[in-house]
């Protein structure tokens, strides 16, 4: 049978919860790989929040961390790292015409943690630990260099003034998400490079697997290019209207009802009928 390389998103679609990978889902998976498939982990996270999971699976293959702002492979000396950044400057300037709809905010370089005000209300979303480095105060004053994207925690219902003035001043250079639902005065910034489709294209032609041969798990958004490129792009039954729009496949289960799995055992078996 043909071997795939699988690309797994993690909140909402591979991870039961915010912190739980069900230990059945690990197990199958692990037959996968060791059937011959190969196992891309592709996130919204930062490495150091990814780790954990990618041990769990015993995967040796690229990871994909920040929507595709950066593609890494520490166990393998010879390959690239591939970093994209939005300009210091753009968000200092963004930041200075905006504040006053600006309840908080942070942003990342690598394992550095870039972050305006320390409130409870904000830790959760930061992933601060293993080995992060956290930095507080005024950007101008504490960011050295460029993020690797930028997150505005709005005012409640002011959201859409920061990505009025983002689309008219940068309308080439920064792209802007609204996380929705309950989050919809998260605002992030990123740049045209920064998706999954492009960091899993990239990923597939290191690992020497043709785009039909690619199949593609998620849930937001942010999975919108990582589903359009893959072969098969499969959304979980409760995913962003956006992305069900674009999903090759619609799960009929949701993240918490072993999506993946269910949907693996039925098309790889007729793979190999």
């Excluded at 595709?68 to 591939?82: A, K, V």
């Excluded at 593609?216 to 072969?231: K, Q, R």
Aim: aromatic share 10%; with cysteine; charged share 25%.
């Amino acid at each position: 049978m043909k071997k795939n390389l699988i690309a797994l998103d993690l909140d909402g679609t591979l991870l039961y919860d915010w912190e739980t990978l069900k230990p059945s889902t690990a197990r199958y998976l692990k037959t996968l790989i060791e059937d011959g498939h190969k196992l891309v982990i592709a996130t919204g996270r930062p490495f150091r929040s990814s780790e954990r999971f990618y041990n769990m699976l015993g995967l040796d293959t690229p990871m994909i961390n920040y929507n595709g702002g950066l593609i890494s492979w520490r166990s393998n000396p010879n390959f690239e790292e591939i970093s994209h950044f939005v300009s210091r400057e753009a968000i200092l300037d963004i930041f200075e015409n905006t504040k006053q709809y600006i309840y908080n905010a942070f942003c990342e370089i690598k394992d550095d943690i870039y972050l305006l005000e320390k409130r409870d209300d904000i830790m959760g979303l930061l992933h601060y630990f293993n080995g992060a480095k956290l930095h507080v105060g005024p950007f101008n004053e504490t960011l050295p260099a460029d993020p690797h994207g930028f997150i505005v925690v709005a005012h409640k219902q002011e959201g859409h003034h920061i990505e009025n003035y983002v689309n008219k001043h940068y309308p080439d250079e920064i792209l802007v998400r609204n996380w929705g639902d309950e989050y919809r005065f998260i605002i992030e910034l990123y740049t045209p490079k920064t998706n999954k489709g492009h960091a899993l294209a990239h990923v597939a032609k290191t690992l020497g697997f043709n785009r039909e041969d690619i199949i593609a798990f998620g849930d937001g958004h942010n999975d919108i290019e990582m589903l359009e490129y893959a072969g098969v792009g499969v959304a979980m039954k409760n995913a962003h209207p956006e992305l069900l729009k674009v999903a090759d496949v619609i799960s009929p289960h949701k993240n918490t009802e072993h999506a993946i799995e269910k949907y693996l055992k039925t098309h790889l078996h007729k793979k190999s009928h």
